[in-house]
């Protein structure tokens, strides 16, 4: 290198460090800026000047952890312009968010260390298991077994060991989640069971469940929608022999698995039955090598949380919203598996799911919804209109042409999907999945819920398009008695714009 070279290399050297100075100072400007507009605004509020010491403290901790009335529950406060979510969004003020989190939602996202710690989430489970109706304790810790979950109990058996009462083995597992405990002994699948498939290529995160599938025989998984649950189904049903049960909670959603079981798994699908979760009484007296619960928080209903006692080797649970307004989300785990779960945050870094963009208009009534329906749908685009009320659908459809699926419609997927536009009614609301959709419009709904509203917006997660589009169309009177359904979105760190 002669002297003019590095001549120049210093130059450019000098220049670079000169742009960082100019830099430096222009931030400190906008800085300065943001403080004295801060300490305007806090003028004007009359909230008197602002101690930048103490800020500086809250930003270490910027939120607020309060116990409920639920003993092992806690409220978590936090601004709601910081871009922070944690468990299950209950309530917002103009300010704030509030959630409420719990000793199991560990296991379904990530719950930042230092609020493990003030909760107590980091304690040593017991090492209490459960297995062919006994509870297996240790020789030193079988009496506090027996004691802290009697109720549940026979009697005891050996010294490491008690029976459980007939019919209470989830209802124990449950608690035992609840607790902090993950009471399942690993069954790895034997090889015996197992067979090469290669049509469906699993990606990185798909092969970790997968392997952890191998060595546990039953995991539940709680992935974002879009995040291909379907897909590790059915590499499941190919890669494992005998007879396999998948179980979902609507002919629209059957219809799809019998769609995708055609296209992959043609050689296998004599194999493979589907049913509802309505349809305890055809499957009660069966055994399977394989159970998947697609959709799986339908299961602790009380109407269909029998299915957990079929007879089956392993087990898949499937939700991408594994949480339910009766509080049970204890007992998706207890009747699925292993939680398996990833942070919709880190699946959008992954760009394995789409964000979309949401947009609630608020209107003054009925008429004023139906007129800026019509304003939308002048943008042609791949849409789902969703109507759970049958008479609008039919006016809907009336209006602009358009199908109309609902319970009655036989061969709902090839409608929508040869479909431009159609309007959909509840029995859309979860599993679908349609590359090409751009853009769902919600124009009539069920009331404040959360679950139909997450489900919902999933469809366009699982969308290839470019930027998709989710529309809620509200009245000022159900934005005022049901904008709670729309916590759903916030809570996964998704803005809303609303306009009036």
């Given at each position: 290198m002669?002297v003019?070279?590095i001549?120049?290399i210093?130059k450019?050297?000098?220049q670079?460090?000169?742009r960082?100075?100019d830099?430096?100072?222009?931030?400190e400007?906008?800085k300065?800026?943001?403080k004295?507009?801060i300490?305007?605004?806090?003028?004007?509020?009359?909230?008197?000047?602002i101690d930048?010491a103490?800020l500086?403290?809250?930003?270490?901790?910027?939120?607020?952890?309060?116990?409920?009335?639920?003993?092992?529950q806690?409220?978590?406060?936090?601004?709601r312009w910081?871009?922070f979510q944690i468990?299950?969004?209950?309530?917002?003020?103009?300010?704030y968010?509030?959630f409420i989190?719990?000793?199991?939602i560990?296991?379904?996202t990530?719950?930042?260390?230092?609020?493990?710690e003030k909760l107590?989430?980091?304690e040593?489970?017991?090492?209490?298991?459960?297995?062919d109706g006994?509870l297996?304790?240790?020789?030193?810790?079988?009496e506090?077994a027996?004691q802290k979950?009697?109720?549940?109990?026979?009697r005891k058996e050996?010294k490491?060991q008690i029976r459980?009462k007939?019919?209470y083995?989830f209802?124990?597992?449950a608690?035992m989640v609840e607790?902090g405990t993950l009471p399942?002994?690993p069954?790895p699948?034997?090889?015996?069971d197992?067979r090469?498939?290669?049509?469906?290529?699993?990606?990185p995160?798909q092969t970790?469940?997968?392997q952890k599938?191998?060595k546990t025989?039953?995991?539940?998984?709680?992935?974002a929608f879009g995040?291909g649950?379907?897909f590790?189904?059915l590499?499941?049903?190919?890669?494992i022999?005998?007879?396999?049960?998948v179980?979902v909670p609507?002919?629209?959603?059957?219809e799809q698995w019998?769609?995708?079981?055609?296209q992959?798994?043609?050689e296998y699908k004599?194999?493979i039955?589907?049913q509802t979760?309505?349809?305890?009484?055809?499957?009660?007296?069966k055994?399977?090598t394989?159970?998947?619960?697609d959709e799986?928080?339908?299961l602790?209903?009380?109407t269909?949380?029998?299915?957990?006692?079929?007879?089956?080797?392993?087990?898949?649970?499937?939700?991408g919203?594994?949480f339910r307004e009766d509080?049970r989300?204890?007992y998706?785990i207890?009747?699925?598996?292993?939680?398996?779960?990833?942070s919709?945050e880190?699946?959008i870094k992954?760009?394995?799911?789409?964000?979309?963009t949401?947009?609630?208009?608020i209107?003054k009534?009925?008429k004023e919804k139906m007129?800026?329906?019509e304003e939308?749908?002048?943008i042609?685009?791949?849409?789902?209109?969703f109507c759970d009320?049958?008479?609008?659908?039919?006016?809907?459809s009336k209006?602009?042409?358009?199908?109309?699926?609902?319970?009655?419609?036989?061969d709902r997927?090839d409608?929508i999907r040869?479909?431009?536009?159609?309007?959909?009614?509840?029995v859309?609301?979860e599993?679908?999945?349609?590359p090409?959709l751009?853009?769902?419009?919600?124009?009539?709904f069920?009331?404040?819920s959360r679950?139909?509203?997450s489900?919902?917006f999933?469809?366009?997660?699982?969308?290839?398009?470019?930027q998709p589009?989710?529309?809620i169309?509200m009245?000022e009177?159900?934005f005022?008695?049901?904008?709670?359904?729309?916590y759903?979105?916030?809570e996964?760190?998704?803005?809303i714009?609303y306009?009036r």
């Amino acid at each position: 290198m002669n002297v003019d070279e590095i001549v120049e290399i210093r130059k450019v050297i000098n220049q670079a460090l000169s742009r960082i100075d100019d830099l430096v100072r222009e931030i400190e400007k906008e800085k300065q800026k943001l403080k004295e507009e801060i300490e305007k605004r806090m003028y004007k509020l009359q909230l008197g000047q602002i101690d930048y010491a103490q800020l500086q403290e809250f930003f270490e901790e910027p939120y607020v952890i309060l116990p409920t009335r639920k003993k092992d529950q806690w409220y978590v406060i936090a601004p709601r312009w910081l871009n922070f979510q944690i468990g299950w969004l209950e309530r917002q003020t103009k300010g704030y968010n509030i959630f409420i989190v719990n000793k199991y939602i560990k296991w379904f996202t990530d719950i930042p260390k230092p609020i493990q710690e003030k909760l107590g989430l980091t304690e040593q489970p017991f090492p209490f298991k459960v297995q062919d109706g006994k509870l297996i304790t240790t020789e030193e810790l079988q009496e506090l077994a027996w004691q802290k979950y009697r109720k549940y109990l026979y009697r005891k058996e050996g010294k490491d060991q008690i029976r459980i009462k007939k019919g209470y083995e989830f209802r124990l597992i449950a608690q035992m989640v609840e607790d902090g405990t993950l009471p399942f002994i690993p069954k790895p699948i034997e090889p015996d069971d197992l067979r090469p498939y290669d049509k469906i290529k699993l990606r990185p995160y798909q092969t970790e469940a997968w392997q952890k599938f191998l060595k546990t025989g039953a995991i539940g998984i709680y992935w974002a929608f879009g995040a291909g649950k379907s897909f590790f189904g059915l590499y499941a049903l190919g890669r494992i022999k005998g007879r396999k049960l998948v179980i979902v909670p609507s002919l629209t959603l059957k219809e799809q698995w019998q769609k995708r079981i055609e296209q992959y798994l043609p050689e296998y699908k004599n194999e493979i039955e589907i049913q509802t979760y309505h349809a305890y009484h055809k499957v009660r007296d069966k055994t399977y090598t394989l159970i998947i619960f697609d959709e799986a928080q339908h299961l602790p209903a009380n109407t269909f949380i029998r299915l957990a006692t079929l007879r089956t080797k392993y087990r898949l649970g499937f939700s991408g919203s594994p949480f339910r307004e009766d509080g049970r989300e204890n007992y998706i785990i207890a009747l699925t598996g292993f939680p398996v779960g990833m942070s919709w945050e880190h699946l959008i870094k992954l760009k394995v799911v789409k964000e979309p963009t949401f947009r609630v208009y608020i209107l003054k009534n009925e008429k004023e919804k139906m007129r800026k329906l019509e304003e939308l749908l002048q943008i042609p685009m791949k849409t789902i209109i969703f109507c759970d009320w049958i008479k609008l659908g039919e006016q809907i459809s009336k209006k602009f042409n358009i199908p109309f699926i609902y319970s009655e419609t036989k061969d709902r997927l090839d409608i929508i999907r040869k479909s431009n536009t159609c309007v959909v009614s509840r029995v859309g609301d979860e599993g679908l999945s349609f590359p090409d959709l751009e853009r769902v419009i919600e124009i009539a709904f069920l009331f404040g819920s959360r679950m139909q509203e997450s489900q919902r917006f999933g469809r366009l997660m699982h969308s290839l398009q470019r930027q998709p589009e989710h529309i809620i169309l509200m009245t000022e009177k159900e934005f005022e008695a049901y904008q709670k359904r729309l916590y759903a979105i916030t809570e996964r760190g998704f803005r809303i714009e609303y306009i009036r």
